[in-house]
C-alpha cells in the first residue's frame, strides 16, 4: 500500500531522516522504533506531507503523492496527544472529517455512534476533550482518525502519553481496532513494547537511518547489531570468550557477540546439569521471581532470575542454566558497525 | 477569614492604595467634576438641559458619523491586520522584525501629525490629491486604519505566533483544505484574541481626537470631537458632559466585552513558538495585503517627510532651521526646540509616573487570588485601572482644568500636571505590557526560592526582577512614545509659557503661512522622529507583550 523510497529530510541543511526505504502491504502495521532524536516523527510527518522531503518519494496505492497536499493525500495522522479540538464536542470531533467532506448529517450521526461504539466510549459523544482521561481522548483522536476510512494511518507516539498500565490496555485496545478496520498504519515509537503489542512489522531507526526491518518478531530474536539489541530491551551484550562461555552452555553455536536478556541465566533445579557456577552477588525479590547478579566464573558479573521462594543469600554459590529463548546472538562483535 | 487571610488582604490593599489615590485624585475626580457641572448645573440635578442635547440633530449626525467611522475603521484594521500578522509572525519573511517595528510606529505617532501627513497627502497639492478624498470621511477612515493596523497585528500576531501548529496539522492530515483549516481550527483558536483587538480598535477609533480634528473639521465631527467643540468654542457644558456619559456608557460596555474575551491563556502552559514556515506560492494574496499594509504605513509618513523640506524655492532645510523661532507674525510664544525640550521634560517626568504606577498595579493584579473576596477585588482593581484607555482624553483634560482649581488641590500651574495626566493616558498600556509578564512567572519558582532561604526581597531580585527588567524598560519606552505624541489632555491643561511639540503644531497650523505650514511640517517631522527612534528601541528589546492588549 504505502511505499517510501530513499526519503530524506533535512532541518536547515541538516538531515534528520536519510535515505529512508520503507514498505507496508495493506492491512498491516508498521511499527518505526528508534530512541527520541533519531528522526521518526520527522519520517511520519514527512509521509504526511506536512514536512517537504529533500529528496526520495512516497507512493501509495501506486501513485506518487509526495508533491500532493496533506489533505489530498487520503491519509489520517493522530498526535501523541490527540490533538482533539478543544471547542468542540467529542461528537463533534469525531465527525469533523465527516462534515469535512459534506455527507449528509444522518450519515455522520451514524458513522460517529459506530465509531464510538468500536472505541468502547459510547455515551461520550456530548462531553468536550477537556473533560476526558488521557485514555479517552486517545480513543477519541482514534475514532476520529478513522471516521472516513483512511487508506493509511498514522500514528506518532499514540500511547506514549499515557501511563503504564493504561498503556498496555490500551495497546492491545489499539491492535484490535486497527485489525478489526483493516486499516494499513505506521506507527512511530520509542517503546518497544507499544511496537510488539501493535505491530505487524518493524523498522529500527537510528540517526536517521533505517538499520532493520522484519516482521516484529523476527526483529526481537535477531537484533542486527549490539545497539538494536539493547534498544530492543535485551539487559546486556558479552564478546568474546564470555559471548562464547554463554553460547556454548545454553548449546548454542558460536557467533561473535550475545545479546542477554535479564532472564536469561536461571538457577538450576537441584537435578539439572550446567557448566555455569557462580557467586550471588545482590539478590532482590519481586512478586514473580527473583533478581540476582552474579559473578559467574569465567564470565564475569551478568542477570540471573531464580523462583522468587527460593532466594539465595548473597555470597551463596549458585549453579545456572541458560534458557536459548532469551537470548540473540549477533553478526558483529562490535557496537556499531559501519 | 483568618488571620493570614487578612494579613494578605491588608498587603494587597497596600499595595494598591498608591495607585488608587492617584487614579481617584486626577481621574475620577475630573472626570466626576466635569460631568457634574452638566448635570448638576446651577448646584442641583437638572439633567434636562443635558438630556436636551440628546434629542438635537446635529447631536444624532455626530453619533452616526462616530459609529459608522469606528466600524469602518475597525473592519479595515481588520482586514489589513489580519494577513499582515499571518505574514510577519508565521512566516519566514525576510526583515519580519523590522517591518514589525515600522508598523509600530503609525500607532504611537502623534494623532496631530497623522492628521497633517494625511492632509499632505489628500490634500489638493499632495500626491494623492486628485482622488478628491481630502476633507472626507473616507479621509478620516484612512487615518483611522493606518493608526490601528499595528493594534490588530500585535495583538493577533502575538496570539498567532504562540498558536501550537498541530491542530492545524492535524485537520489537514483529516483533509482538511487550507481554507477549511482557518474556518475550523484556526479562527476558532484565534477568535478571542481577534475580538479583543476588534474592541480596543473600535474604542480607539471611537476615541480618536487629533486626527478627526484635523481631517474632518467641524463639518464631520465624532463625540470626542464634539465634546471638545462643545466646552471650549461653545461653552455648552451641559451638552459636553451629556456627550460624556453617552462616550463613558458605550466605552464601558465595549472594555467590559474586551476583557471577557481577552485571552486569558494559562500562564502555565507550555508556549510553542514553531518555526516560521517557509513562504509559498499560495501565500501571495496575504503577501499582498501585507504590502498595502506596509504601503499604508510609508505613504502618509514619506509625504510628510517631503513636504516638511519643501520651501519657496524648491527643497532645503529652511523649515527645519525655523524652528528656533517663534513662527511668522508671532504664532507662538516659545520657539519650537523650547517646545520640544518641554516635550521631552514632560515625557521623562509621565514616563517614571506611569511605570512606577504600573508596577505596582501590575502586581496587585497578577498575584494569584486566594479566596472569593480576594478575587473579587482584584478583577474589580484591573478594571478600574484600564478605565483610562476608555474615558475621552479631552473629557480627563477639561475635568482636570475644572476640578483643580479650588483650595488644596489647585495644581493648574504646577508644572507637574500635564505629565500627570500623560501617565493615566499611558498607564493602561503600561500595565497590559507587565501585567502578562508577571502572570507568567510560575509561582512554585517564588516558593522554591523561599524553601531555599530566600526572603521575599530576594526572591524578588532571584524570580522576578530577571523575568521583568526588559519588558519594563519596553514599557517604559512606551509610555514615553505615548506621552510624546499625547494631544487630547494636553490640550487643556498646557502652560501658555511651555507648551509641548503636538501643541505647537497644531497652534501653527491654525495660523496663516506659508512658514508656519512648513514649520509644522517639520516640527511634525522631528516629533516622528523621535518617537520612532524610541519605538524602534523598544522593539529591540522584543518584548511580545508590547502593545497587545
Known sequence: MLQVQGLSVAYDGVDAVVDVDLSVPAGEVLAVLGPSGCGKSTLLRAVAGLEPPRTGRVIADGEDVTGVPTHRRGFALMFQDGQLFGHLSVARNVGYPLRLRRRPAAEVAERVDEL??????????????????????????????????????????????????????????????????????????????????????????????????????????????????????????????????????????????????????????????????????????????????????????????????????????????????????????????? | MNRAGLRRTAGLLALAVVPVAVLAVFFVLPVVGMLGRGLWPGGSFDPSGALEVLTRERTARVLAFTLTTSAAGTAGSLLLGLPTAWVLHRLAVPGARLLRALLLVPFVLPTVVVGVAFRELLGEAGPLGFLGLDGTPVAVVLALVFFNVAVVVRAVGAAWESLDPRPAEAAAALGATPWQVWWTVTLPALRPAVVSAASVVFLFCATAFGVVLTLGGLRYATVETEIYLLT?????????????????????????????????????????????????????????????????????????????????????????????????????????????????????????????????????????????????????????????????????????????????????SSPLLVPVAQALVALPLVVRTLAPVLASVDPRQRQAAASLGAGPLRSLLVVDLPVVWKPLLAAAGFAFAVSLGEFGATAFLFREEAPTVPVVIVRLLGRPGEGNYGMALAAAVVLAAVTALVVLAVERLRVPSVGAF
Open chain 1, 116 to 338: 464510538l461504539r468500536l472505541v468502547g466510549l459510547s455515551g461520550y459523544a456530548d462531553r468536550l476533550p477537556s473533560t476526558l482521561s488521557g485514555g479517552e481522548q486517545q480513543r477519541v483522536a482514534l475514532a476520529r482518525a478513522l471516521a472516513v476510512r483512511p487508506r493509511l494511518l498514522l500514528l506518532d507516539e499514540p500511547l506514549s502519553a499515557l501511563d503504564a498500565g493504561l498503556r498496555e490496555r490500551l495497546a492491545g485496545d489499539l491492535r484490535q481496532i486497527l485489525a478489526s478496520a483493516g486499516t494499513t498504519a505506521v506507527l512511530v515509537t520509542h517503546d518497544h513494547e507499544e511496537a510488539f503489542a501493535v505491530a505487524d512489522r518493524m523498522a529500527l531507526l537510528r540517526a536517521g537511518r533505517v538499520v532493520q526491518t522484519g516482521k516484529v518478531a523476527d526483529v526481537w530474536r535477531a537484533p542486527a547489531d549490539a545497539d538494536a539489541a539493547l534498544f530492543l530491551g535485551y539487559a546486556r551484550v558479552l564478546t568474546g570468550h564470555p559471548a562464547y562461555a554463554v553460547l556454548a552452555a545454553g548449546g548454542l553455536v558460536d557467533a561473535p557477540a550475545v545479546a542477554l536478556r535479564r532472564s536469561a541465566l536461571r538457577v538450576a533445579g537441584p537435578a539439572e546439569p550446567t557448566r555455569l557456577r557462580g557467586t550471588v552477588l545482590t539478590a532482590a525479590a519481586t512478586p514473580e521471581l527473583a533478581r540476582l547478579q552474579v559473578d559467574v566464573e569465567g564470565i564475569g558479573r551478568l542477570d540471573a532470575v531464580s523462583p522468587a521462594e527460593a532466594l539465595p543469600a548473597p555470597g551463596s554459590t549458585v549453579r545456572l542454566v541458560v534458557d536459548p529463548a532469551r537470548l540473540a546472538p549477533l553478526p558483529h562483535a562490535e557496537r556499531r558497525p559501519a
Open chain 2, 232 to 412: 471650549t468654542s461653545l461653552l455648552d457644558l451641559e451638552g459636553a458632559a451629556a456627550l460624556s456619559v453617552l462616550q463613558l456608557l458605550v466605552v464601558a460596555v465595549l472594555l467590559g466585552l474586551a476583557q471577557r474575551l481577552r485571552a486569558t491563556a494559562d500562564p502555565r502552559a507550555r508556549r510553542t513558538s514553531p518555526r516560521p514556515r517557509a513562504v509559498r506560492r499560495s501565500d501571495a494574496p496575504a503577501l499582498v495585503v501585507t504590502g498595502l499594509a506596509l504601503l499604508l504605513a510609508a505613504v502618509p509618513i514619506a509625504t510628510l517627510v517631503l513636504g516638511s523640506l519643501r520651501t519657496a524655492d524648491g527643497y532645503g532645510l529652511d523649515n527645519y532651521l525655523a524652528l528656533q523661532t517663534r513662527g511668522s507674525s508671532g504664532a507662538l510664544a516659545v520657539p519650537v526646540t523650547e517646545a520640544l525640550a518641554v516635550s521631552l521634560r514632560t515625557a521623562v517626568d509621565a514616563t517614571w509616573m506611569s511605570v512606577l504606577l504600573g508596577l505596582l498595579v501590575a502586581v496587585v493584579v497578577t498575584q494569584r487570588s486566594r479566596g472569593r473576596l480576594e478575587r473579587t477585588v482584584r478583577s474589580g482593581l484591573d478594571a478600574f485601572f484600564m478605565l483610562p484607555l476608555g474615558v475621552s482624553a479631552v473629557t480627563l483634560g477639561f475635568g482636570l482644568l475644572v476640578t483643580l482649581d479650588s483650595g488644596l488641590l489647585d495644581l493648574r
